[in-house]
């Protein structure tokens, strides 16, 4: 009997211990991810993967919505997000978050906010016309820095961009005055590689999967990508440190919450999005949008918001006071 009565008892322990309480279930409605961007942007495009994969894979058993929030490069989706307090309502972010405040277009900025994850990276890509005297970086810096240079450099769609952030770090590295350069603003990418193709442009940095289709069609040369290492799909492309240049450049997006989330909603989520990361779902959908596999929980992604708020005031001349 005293058997029987320990073994009851030690089952209620490990279902009590094992089962999250009411108040670490913030599931119980439905979760809706903002996309602070217009559908069929980069931004729409990550919260509608992550929505596809927690609802195909059943890792949440509630509904996944996303809204789109349009305007002011982001604002109006992050204003949205930090006037709410319910741990379900969340969105997705990327530099703008950072690089908008510090251009005097935002008075928000990352600590407005619950970091929960960083989520990818896309590499930056340094393009030059397909026939142009310029093969690799070594050479581009080389002529970069001749006092008697008058490169035109393109870049999409307004400077202070990841774009045009990574040509300045790379400049920074190199020894180059970018101050005397000559920047073209374009409002899109496509505008960009058709002025390098037509040589209105003589080189420009930006996104890998913007100009990917362009470069494998032999209309433009890719000089170098800013990631740690060779791409699998692109081994032919040196990175910036093969050039002697000691530079990675992310241009990332990750996931945030309203301001004041509990730590039981920041572990929902940590669990919600490790489980995420880990299909081969996402990591297909990763690989059909040239995007690399990025993940930090909520502690990384604050570590790794700070770096990035510092490493772009840095580059824009900025103080960071925040």
Known sequence: ???KLMIVFISVLLVSCSSP???DRIDMGEIEIVAAGA??????????????VLTEKKIVKVPVSVSNKIGGQGEEGWKYIKQRKEGNIVSGNSSLLITNNLLGQSQLTYKDFTPLAILTSEWEVIVVPANSPIYNLKQLIRTLNQSESSMKVGISPRLGNDDHLSFMQL????????????????????KV???????QLDVAPMSLSEVKKQYEQGQVRILAVSSPSRLEELKEIPTWKEAGIDVTFSHWRGLMGPPNMTKEQVAYWNKTVY???HTKEWEQLLKDNDLTSFYKN???AKV????????????MGGTNDE
């Open 1 to 3: 009997m005293i058997k």
């Open 21 to 23: 309480s009411k108040k």
């Open 39 to 52: 559908k069929g942007g980069g931004a729409d495009a990550t919260v509608r993967a992550i929505q596809q």
């Open 171 to 190: 400049n920074k590295k190199a020894g180059v005055d970018s101050s005397k350069l000559e920047f073209f603003v374009y409002n899109s990418s496509h």
């Open 193 to 199: 590689i058709d002025a390098l193709v037509h040589h």
């Open 275 to 277: 489980e995420m990361v």
């Open 298 to 300: 909520s502690s990384g």
């Open 304 to 315: 790794f918001l700070e770096q990035q708020s510092k490493l772009y005031s840095d580059l």
